[in-house]
């Protein structure tokens, strides 16, 4: 992730590339082009957020309920770590009138997009907006505005091909207090440059399309963020989960003398308990 200002400080700007990143996600939840491209775009522009936080240990989850057939969209960033998963990764559509893959009519068009910023405080901020067309760059762009009053400039792509994630990457614009009016007419006129993110990252690499892109807005540079699709699932973790269901509930487990397996929506890990274990954490829940 890229970080830099225009104009001296008037214009902040993110820029990055996610295709490992979202090459990883399209692996573990073995995901169709669509869904592959849709988790792509959710997950660069919670990346985007994510940076954005400073304190250590600070996350942001950003959650699309959109009503349409690939269900619940949840991703999740704590710095450059981001992870993702959806109801019904192995969705598949036919491309859209325009030619490319139909992600909001896989996302939906009618729900809300919600964003948990987690700062370490008693409790969390939580911002919501409507949906404006499930295609998640319009919807990023629309929450800032919206819930954070903060006008922006989204753009996220996933190039595919095949199950091949050949390019991805995202752009966040956003003026700054005191922007002056020509440096936002000049950022218009340029927009149409990023509109296609995925396929100018495929023609040339971030550094070079930034400094076409913002030549004579005097861009800097202001710090380099490494990026990754990382889970911090565990088996104590999952050890955690199973003791907040209480001691009633473990015993109904028990009893069944099945053990327990519980999995893990972002990596799609299996965490597998045995009888004996359940009752050592049912022990646990009891003096808890």
């Not at 994630?165 to 003026?175: D, E, M």
């Not at 965490?271 to 022990?283: G, N, P, S, V």
Request: hydrophobic share 40%; with cysteine; proline share 5%.
């Amino acid at each position: 992730m890229l970080r830099m200002t225009l104009m001296g400080g008037q214009a902040r700007v993110m820029l990055c590339e996610t295709t490992q990143l979202c090459q990883t996600a399209s692996d573990l939840h073995n995901a169709t082009p669509v869904c592959t491209a849709a988790m792509g775009r959710l997950m660069t522009g919670t990346l985007m957020m994510g940076v954005m936080m400073k304190g250590q240990g600070e996350s942001v989850t950003v959650t699309i309920k959109g009503g349409g057939p690939m269900g619940t969209l949840v991703s999740v960033a704590e710095g450059g770590d981001v992870r993702v998963c959806c109801d019904n990764p192995q969705l598949d559509l036919p491309l859209a009138p325009n030619g490319k893959l139909d992600v909001g009519g896989a996302v939906g068009h009618e729900g809300r997009m919600s964003v948990v910023k987690d700062l370490g405080l008693r409790e969390p901020y939580i911002g919501q907006c409507e949906l404006v067309s499930g295609e998640i760059a319009v919807d990023f762009a629309n929450y800032f505005t919206r819930s954070e009053q903060q006008p922006s400039l989204v753009a996220l792509g996933v190039l595919t091909h095949g199950e091949r994630v050949l390019k991805a990457g995202g752009l966040l614009i956003q003026p700054m207090p005191g922007c002056e009016e020509s440096t936002i007419e000049q950022l218009e006129l340029r927009s149409p440059m990023f509109a296609d993110i995925s396929r100018e990252l495929a023609a040339a690499p971030k550094e070079e399309l930034a400094e076409d892109w913002f030549r004579g807005m005097q861009p800097e540079l202001l710090d380099r963020t490494p990026l990754r699709y990382h889970c911090p699932c565990s088996r104590e973790r999952m050890e955690k989960a199973l003791i907040s269901l209480g001691r009633k509930e473990l015993q109904s487990i028990i009893d069944e003398d099945t053990g327990a397996e519980l999995g893990c929506h972002f990596c799609m890990k299996k965490y597998h308990f045995t009888t004996q274990e359940l009752i050592a954490l049912r022990d646990q829940a009891m003096r808890a």
